[in-house]
């Protein structure tokens, strides 16, 4: 397996579900975060699984923009490899620019992160939904250039776009994050 679907095949393997816990007690030596510090703690949790989510679908996106890139080299039609039509080859930089976007982004976030004495956490709730929202539109990109071929099992790119779609929602929906960050963004002072 392609070290860049690696993030895909980690994420799909997570057991999902509900654990219910009745009359159970736990030491306080267990505590991760009491209640003085729990906020602090979700803050940075939050900022650090955000994060790495970037990162996660930003080498998802890049996963897809190569084979994508290696299939137009190969697949011919009209006698040349679709490289040489012109939708294809704008599609593909595109696919490249919103790449490079989104790895820069959440190398910035993370270097800050993890540097600077506070986390931003909107900062990388703003990385999660760009490197969510690159791997979905690349791997649509991608299955358009593998058109029909794209669809069938013989390539990774159906199971990418499934992938990255269900990322859109996974560790806190976009949308959801978007509000939460932009609330992060009010500055009262210029009330």
């Known amino acids: 397996m392609a070290k860049s679907q690696l993030g895909s095949q980690m994420l799909r393997a997570l057991p999902q579900g509900e654990l219910f816990f009745d009359n159970v007690e736990l030491s306080t030596d267990y505590i991760v975060a009491g209640p003085e510090d729990y906020q602090r703690a979700v803050y940075f949790i939050h900022s650090e699984a955000n994060s790495q989510m970037a990162s996660i679908w930003t080498g998802v996106a890049r996963s897809a923009y190569e084979m994508a890139y290696n299939y137009a080299h190969q697949r011919k039609q009209g ?12 599609k593909l930089f ?15 976030v993370a270097y800050f992160n993890n540097t600077a004495p506070l986390p931003s956490l909107q ?13 979905f539109e690349v791997a649509s990109d991608a299955l358009q250039i593998f058109g029909g071929n794209g669809l069938t099992k013989e390539y990774p790119i159906e199971k990418i776009l499934r992938d990255a779609r269900a990322s859109l ?3 806190g929906c976009n949308d959801v994050l978007a509000l939460k960050g932009g609330t992060y963004m009010i500055n009262p002072e210029l009330f």
């Open 94 to 108: 595109h696919m490249y620019r919103k790449v490079e976007a989104s790895r820069a982004l959440a190398k910035r």
């Open 79 to 90: 006698g040349v490899p679709i490289i040489r039509h012109q939708a294809v080859v704008m």
């Open 123 to 135: 900062s990388a709730m703003a990385a999660k939904i760009t490197g969510t929202q690159t791997a």
């Open 169 to 171: 929602i996974e560790d």
